[in-house]
T-cell receptor, first 117, second 116 residues
Framework: EPEVTQTPSHQVTQMGQEVILRCVPI?????FYWYRQILGQKVEFLVS????????KSEIFDDQFSVERPDGSNFTLKIRSTKLEDSAMYFC???????????????FGPGTRLTVL | AQKVTQAQTEISVVEKEDVTLDCVYE???????LFWYKQPPSGELVFLIR????DEQNEISGRYSWNFQKSTSSFNFTITASQVVDSAVYFC?????????????WGLGTSLAVNP
């Protein structure tokens, strides 16, 4: 069964550094998402992406964050200058677009654990 | 505003007990979808079920069952004869439709510990 993959599984960085989290969504999916989960807390929506542009972003997704789909397969989340409070698990998800399960269900990657020191 | 409330933060049961995890949601849309995800200690999110707002039939899958009641805006999850492997955090989530976005709005999660 096709799956969403994310790399790296764990990233450790120094405060102020830029990080890029990478995701490969399921190949025929059209909608892409990033979510964040601070340790022990709930999952929070960051951003959704469709047709090569952001369709919605949350208050968390400030100017330090950006997303890109550079080559039609990868979907990346960049944090320009990391802060301590960016330490979290970041989940990528993708969704199909035509009907049934693919229309309504987001498929999640395994997550990238980001640790900012 | 959209909101998902999971009032139970932690539940502890002994193996073979039945346990129900509560989920109450708020939405202004008439079309929406409800989900349950399991997050084991390894951290990944495991999809359990999706239910749309037009289908109030309860569902059973093995030891798992779900009770969707629009009248009380609830979508509760019951594990029958719980097992140690059921120990995890369980999240209820809501997405609204139609439309292209359908972001998921999550509850705080219920941490379930099943003890031998």
């Amino acid at each position: 069964e096709p799956e969403v993959t994310q790399t790296p599984s764990h990233q450790v960085t120094q405060m102020g550094q830029e990080v890029i989290l990478r995701c490969v969504p399921i190949s025929n999916h059209l909608y892409f998402y990033w979510y964040r989960q601070i340790l022990g807390q709930k999952v929070e929506f960051l951003v959704s992406f469709y047709n090569n542009e952001i369709s919605e972003k949350s208050e968390i997704f400030d100017d330090q964050f950006s997303v890109e789909r550079p080559d039609g397969s990868n979907f990346t989340l960049k944090i320009r200058s990391t802060k301590l409070e960016d330490s979290a698990m970041y989940f990528c998800a993708s969704r199909g677009g035509t009907s049934g399960r693919a229309l309504n269900e987001q498929f999640f990657g395994p997550g990238t654990r980001l640790t900012v020191l | 505003a959209q909101k998902v409330t999971q009032a139970q933060t932690e539940i502890s049961v002994v193996e073979k007990e039945d346990v129900t995890l509560d989920c109450v949601y708020e939405t202004r849309d008439t079309t929406y979808y409800l989900f349950w995800y399991k997050q084991p200690p390894s951290g990944e999110l495991v999809f359990l079920i999706r239910r749309n707002s037009f289908d109030e039939q309860n569902e059973i899958s093995g030891r798992y069952s779900w009770n969707f009641q629009k009248s009380t805006s609830s979508f509760n999850f019951t594990i029958t004869a719980s097992q140690v492997v059921d120990s995890a955090v369980y999240f209820c989530a809501l997405s609204e439709g139609p439309g292209n976005n359908r972001k998921l709005i999550w509850g705080l999660g219920t941490s379930l510990a099943v003890n031998p």
